[in-house]
Nanobody, 124 residues
Framework: QVQLVESGGGLVQAGGSLRLSCAASERTFTNYVMGWFRQTPGKEREFVAGMSIGGGSTSYADPVKGRFTISRDNAKNTVYLQLNSLKPEDTAVYFC?????????????????WGQGTQVTVSS
């Protein structure tokens, strides 16, 4: 079973940047498609970004296109999410997820493993 641990969240002013990291315990990290999702109270978890195993394919939700960048370092078993030009509406708990099936999916139920989440708060 893969254990995922996110870090890098915090409080930032609008227009600022953060970099989230997600470290995986599994040596077979390269068996998993990785994704980032976010959730605010009372709302469903929503897709943010996803990356294929080799990193050659990415997908982004429309609200974050051009501002967020997903990347992965398979040697370090880590996936990253660079958040730029942050807006107050980006405030959420951000989760990383791992998926065994080798296709990026925007559906939370199609991810197999989840981290505990890291809070991102953007002040106006």
């Amino acid at each position: 079973q893969v254990q995922l641990v996110e870090s890098g969240g915090g409080l930032v002013q609008a227009g600022g940047s953060l970099r989230l990291s997600c470290a995986a315990s599994e040596r077979t990290f390269t068996n998993y498609v990785m994704g980032w999702f976010r959730q605010t109270p009372g709302k469903e978890r929503e897709f943010v970004a996803g990356m294929s195993i080799g990193g050659g394919s990415t997908s982004y939700a429309d609200p974050v296109k051009g501002r967020f960048t997903i990347s992965r370092d398979n040697a370090k078993n880590t996936v990253y999410l660079q958040l730029n030009s942050l807006k107050p509406e980006d405030t959420a708990v951000y989760f990383c997820a791992a998926r065994r099936i080798r296709l990026i999916s925007s559906r939370p139920r199609e991810s197999d493993y989840w981290g505990q989440g890291t809070q991102v708060t953007v002040s106006s």
